[in-house]
Every structure is written in structure tokens, then in C-alpha cells.
């Protein structure tokens, strides 16, 4: 089993940058593929960004290429969302994922079923 809890939610005004953290723990050797993904309130959730074990690539969401970048520390085991040039429309629980397939473009990155553990979700508030 893999445990995920992230950190580094909150409230802050339009423009303004936050940096959200995902740790992992437990046998995070099986993992392939970290994401971040999004629930705004009466809507489904969406793909923010992916990365993968090696860092060596990445895929984001075009609502927030240029605004948004993730990262991982292996030494930490951290997966973090560096959320620049914030908006309203951003305001949603932000989730971090984890999955045990390799990250490329012929999968399915951006759905939720690519990914087999999650995290218990950290809010962000946009305020305008």
C-alpha cells in the first residue's frame, strides 16, 4: 500500500502563488506515475499535471501550462504543485495521485483510473 497526504492548501487572492506538497509513503518503490488533479464543486475531477518517478517527464493541463509546474524530491519522496498567477476559477480540492504504470504519452495520464492511490485532498481558494 502507498499513503499520500498533501499539505499546502489555503486561501489567497487572485494573482497571488501557492505550492502545494504530496509525501508518499509505504512502498512507494512500486510507483511509476504521480499526478495532482482538481474538484471544483459540482464538477467532476480534472488532470492538473503529472510527473513521472524519474522526474523525467511531465505533462500538465492546458488550463494551467504557464501558471502551474510540478516537481518531485526522491529524497523526500514529495511530489509538489508550484501554483503561480492564481484565479478564481482555480479554486477546487486539489488531490494527489499515484500510480504504479509508466508514465508516456501512449496512456491515459489524465484519467483517474491510471492512477491506484490517492490522497485525502487539500483546499484552494481563489478569491478575486
Known amino acids: 500500500q502507498v499513503q499520500l497526504v498533501e499539505s499546502g492548501g489555503g486561501l489567497v487572492q487572485a494573482g497571488d502563488s501557492l505550492r502545494l506538497s504530496c509525501a508518499a509513503s509505504?512502498?512507494?518503490?512500486?510507483?511509476?506515475?504521480m499526478g495532482w488533479f482538481r474538484q471544483a464543486p459540482g464538477k467532476e475531477r480534472e488532470f492538473v499535471a503529472a510527473?513521472?518517478?524519474?522526474?523525467?517527464?511531465?505533462y500538465s493541463a492546458d488550463s494551467v501550462k504557464g501558471r502551474f509546474s510540478i516537481s518531485r524530491d526522491g529524497a523526500k519522496n514529495t511530489v509538489d504543485l508550484q501554483m503561480n498567477s492564481l484565479k478564481p476559477e482555480d479554486t477546487a480540492v486539489y488531490y494527489c495521485?499515484?500510480?504504479?504504470?509508466?508514465?508516456?504519452?501512449?496512456?491515459?495520464?489524465?484519467?483517474?483510473?491510471?492512477?491506484?492511490?490517492w490522497g485525502q485532498g487539500a483546499q484552494v481558494t481563489v478569491s478575486s
Open positions: 495521485a499515484a500510480g504504479s504504470r509508466r508514465l508516456n504519452a501512449y496512456v491515459n495520464y489524465a484519467g483517474v483510473n491510471f492512477y491506484e492511490y
Open positions: 509505504g512502498r512507494t518503490f512500486s510507483l511509476y506515475a
Open positions: 510527473i513521472s518517478w524519474s522526474s523525467v517527464v511531465t
